[in-house]
């Protein structure tokens, strides 16, 4: 039983991104894109811009972790193979006769299948980035978890710089440090998989793959089915929060409100009046000093 | 005659590009500043920052393009005579007693030959970026044309974010990432060289640097005499869309407007009922799914 | 007596910075942050990008100069033993019991000698950034001014950079690239040790380090105890600025006003009349053309 665990791990450790799992992140980076506000307009009236930022949104991974190493941020284009395709998709998504594409994305197994095998394509990514960081900062374990996370979220962070540089960004909605899903997933994996690459986790690299990979699908099928926003992780959050940081401050303050905070949301307006409250104490402190 | 021409030509791609094209290059780059609004306030109450302006017109491409390959966007200022030429540019520009220079400088043949000796460095730049591009990356062609398309072009980009830094961008405007005629020039510039280095083009590279040069050359003046802010390239770029992105939709949509429209152009106003009406189109689709 | 002095100010030159002087910078860097409108609430609230801004906040310099080189930006995070002391502050400050640490920061000597101690650690950034840009550029001296300079006041930008993208910015107030105090002193720094390193300043490295520590200590306590916020480089400012600006000007136009203005300060509001009427005269020329 074990030895056919080993077996199906490794495979699974061995399976090649290109081309079908690639063509899935692509096809979902690339409808992420179209279903943006005014990017339909943008692609009709300049096929340029609306190329240049289908690639961020397909490249950004790459882009930002060769910016964060001091590599060249063009080395994507290098991969000829890898462009070509995503540009081939970037054109039928936008200008392919009756919208075919973008009306099969929409039947549901579709989407979700190309979901789940994006989320695959996070893994290897991280696991790329660290094994890459890793040549030239070998004890730098600080480095690898930021190059590994940047493979692997990179992308939301490129795009909002890029919506943001393109005009589509309002500064009042201010989400561009927002931490969403998919950046703390990736957070969780890159340090997952540095300490593996350090020899402190007792696990071999292509069990954690497998474990991690199938940990992320299933919470993606069930955020898709669920069509939460909340994302899955909320109560870890809440327990780590209160662990490093909650303790003294409910000794302090105790504030009701303030043990129920997801810790690490920057979303959530339930926890408006009571961090009011805190700025509101400081603001006395300052006063009365 | 032949004999003649082949001399010609390589007589032509062997002129030093300094100590007269550059300075040509900085006059019209600062000249650009100067006409910005606000920039002679800067220039008084802050020379520095205007200086630091002045430095990225002058030397956009170079930083830009040295971003691109992961070098260090200080190198220009390795070449300490070109720093100083340009910097005694905009000191002569900016406080020159009675505004002789710029005085000179609206002068229209003053202008014109300025306006066409800065448009033939761009013809070395390109190939500049190109060669020095291809040592590191030898089959990857994009990165060629990225590089070759940066350097060439890479100053107004630069500008669009520098301002934008400075606070003299507005959100509404957007037009960053909209592409402008010396960008598209200097795009087909790098795709041109890019051919040509690769061999796929029958033509000398002292041959094809002429017949571009000539090309922007005429299309500078023709620009600045008939004063026309339209790109001479719209017809083609009509062309090009309709040949690309234009036969399905025009079958399947048949939007009259939308034959004539310039697909490569992000400001033209006359394609707004159009696109508007893609627009209600898809959001029809939607709703009727 | 002259040995003394040669030994006192070679002794000083060999003073480590690590772990005191590094830990009143960080001290510094992070209160500096706790102070801005709204730090406390994205602490509580999202932990993680309070940590990150803590970090651009403490090895900003070091971020921006590796920028500059071409080299990688997260290059801070292999000296593990600085990122986890600076971390720790940013923890204590920011999550202490009984708000401990600020309380005890906002006790004036306390809050006096950590400035001191940063001051100092400005002079061993602006060396050790020529020190290390000199290895791969050693005659362009620019390239060292602008590394020393990004070394010593770099911070300084990138956390305008950084408030910006976070959405704490607003376009109206474009103080991105106005030249605080700081960012002066440091410039002033670097050029003048790299003309020492350049062997054109007759003195020795430590005596220029020790009498440029001195002098930019003596300004800070100098600024805290008076609590002005003006520089006072102001009237050295007026000084060179009348040299290289201001002779022409005042000959051209004669505006009494102009001949007190600093020159290099973009913040003063009494030179805004006087600039408006050159812009006005500026205009003026332009219609009578």
Redesign the interface.
Known sequence: MEYRWEELTLAFSRVSMFPFFDIAHYLVSVMTLRQQLGA???A??????SW?SAMMHCFGGGILS??????????F??N?TN?LLASSIWYIVF?????IVS?CY?FPPVKLLAAVMKEVTRTWKIVGGITHASS??TD????LV??GWARGAGGNVIISLEQF???????????????SYPVKIS?VGAVLFTLQHAEKLPMEKHNLMFCYTFFIVVMKITMMLTESESSPLTPFEIML?RM??GF??S??SSVPCNTL?P????T?AR?KPC?TS??NK?KH?KKT?
């Open positions: 339909i307009t943008v009709w009236q300049n096929p340029l811009v240049f060769a910016f964060l190493l001091g590599e060249a941020p063009v080395k284009l290098e000829n462009v200008y392919c006769p009756y919208d009306k929409r030239n900062y730098a374990w600080m480095v930021a190059v540089l393109r005009g589509a960004w309002k500064p009042e909605t201010s989400k561009l440090l927002e931490i957070l929060g490093i940081f003294w401050q000794d302090t905070k810790f690490f949301n920057g959530s926890s961090t805190i700025e400081k402190n000093e």
